[in-house]
């Protein structure tokens, strides 16, 4: 424990010296300032510093709480922890991943190519731990206005061009002495190949910290990895005399409020975690329209390939507008963002037909490559 107490020291050491963090700030002209968007490419990601309030952050942490009690038991449960439907039988295209805890529910399969260190839980730990929470637009109202964040999505904008399309959203969950790794692993799937590939073409993704991060517990990141092509894992690991401790990784280490923003396509995982501390990371993500218009890929949730057409992608940005209207009826000292591709398109205001016929199984419709 003593060398990996070392790792953690130093790691962290590293992330906080990179010069890619600190609170938002835009340029005379009103854009995002460039000094932001500059790290960002550089390193892959970036640290938005308290860009969520405290009122902001109490409420997320209010619904999450009110998600864990109302989820599901475990794995094809159909009730909650107190045999009450789960809140899955109201929205049954939520997807909760559930993992045996501290193993690597994924390593070895697909993009993952490696396996973590995995670790031996407590005797009194129980067989499953809530892992992922996929939908949770249409789970938690505090996550829609979070959505609608007009400094978020002008950001989006200046990464990936004004009419940016959305990708999906997620609850990653890392609770204490019980979270699972996720191995070492790119999001990007779709584009490797392509001969316009660049350091943008598979995205990015917020991730907006609930709680404070540790070494233990945060996200790892290999700071420009993003920019290097599609990476062989397994060599890399061999080449570390087989350690899944990567000497040049830095942990996410962020305060609750922080705004992580992270290229999909930097090599990045988290290590189980045996510590006290928790982690709860709501991940949203956009991507450039010309990486997804015309791509067939496949989608997670319908588990089966689709082709993103206009409508297709039209249909699932509708969402983006639903939750700037949603956050403007509730933060009406803000201006809203103007979302381009949806400022022609009418009755998108948050109602309860809305809420209903828009927001309801949006999921089904996410844009992954």
Same mark, same amino acid.
């Given at each position: 424990m003593g060398n990996l107490s070392s790792y953690f020291e130093k790691?962290? &050491? *590293? #992330?906080?010296?990179?010069?890619?963090?600190?609170?938002? *700030?835009?340029? #005379?002209?009103? #854009?995002v300032h460039p000094d932001i968007i500059d790290a960002y490419w550089k390193f892959?990601?970036?640290?938005?510093e308290g860009v969520v309030d405290a009122a902001e952050v109490q409420r997320l942490q209010s619904d %999450?709480?009110?998600?864990?009690? *109302?989820? +599901?038991a475990g794995t094809d449960a159909k009730t909650d922890h107190l045999g009450r439907p789960s809140i899955q039988t109201k929205y049954p295209t939520a997807r909760f991943q559930f993992a045996k805890p501290l193993s690597d529910p994924m390593g070895g399969i697909g993009r993952y190519q490696v396996k973590m260190e995995e670790l031996e839980s407590a005797d009194d730990a129980p067989e499953e731990t809530l892992l992922q929470v996929n939908g949770v637009l249409q789970l938690m109202r505090s996550c829609l206005h979070l959505y609608?964040? +007009?400094?978020?999505?002008a950001i989006a904008a200046a990464i990936n061009g004004p009419d940016f399309v959305p990708f999906t959203d997620a609850i990653w969950v890392k609770e204490p002495g019980l979270g699972p790794a996720v191995s070492w692993h790119q999001d990007g799937m779709t584009h490797w190949d392509s001969p316009t590939l660049d350091r943008g073409t598979h995205g990015?993704? %917020?991730?907006?910290?609930?709680?404070?991060?540790?070494?233990?517990?945060?996200l790892w990141i290999v700071p420009g990895t993003h920019d290097i092509g599609h990476i062989n894992i397994a060599d890399r690991i061999e080449n570390n005399d087989d350690s899944v401790f990567l000497p040049d990784a830095v942990p996410l280490l962020a305060e609750p409020g922080d705004v992580a923003v992270c290229s999909r396509q930097m090599l990045h995982g988290s290590f189980p975690n045996p510590s006290t501390d928790a982690r709860v990371t709501y991940v949203f993500g956009f991507h450039r329209r010309e990486s997804v218009?015309?791509? &067939?890929?496949?989608?997670?949730?319908?588990?089966?390939?689709?082709?993103?057409? &206009? &409508? *297709?992608i039209a249909e699932r940005s509708k969402v983006i507008a639903l939750a700037i209207d949603a956050r403007?009826?509730?933060h009406q000292d803000e201006t809203p963002y103007r979302y381009e591709p949806c400022a022609d398109v009418p009755d998108l205001t948050f109602t309860p037909e809305n809420e209903r016929d828009v927001l309801h199984g949006y999921n089904l419709k996410d844009l992954f490559i």
């Open positions: 790691g962290a &050491e *590293r #992330a906080m010296s990179l010069g890619n963090r600190g609170p938002l *700030r835009f340029a #005379a002209d009103g #854009a892959g990601f970036y640290v938005l %999450f709480a009110e998600l864990i009690d *109302r989820a +599901p609608g964040h +007009p400094d978020l999505l990015f993704n %917020f991730m907006t910290q609930l709680y404070r991060t540790t070494p233990a517990s945060a218009v015309g791509v &067939e890929a496949f989608n997670y949730v319908q588990k089966k390939e689709i082709t993103y057409d &206009e &409508e *297709r403007a009826q509730l």
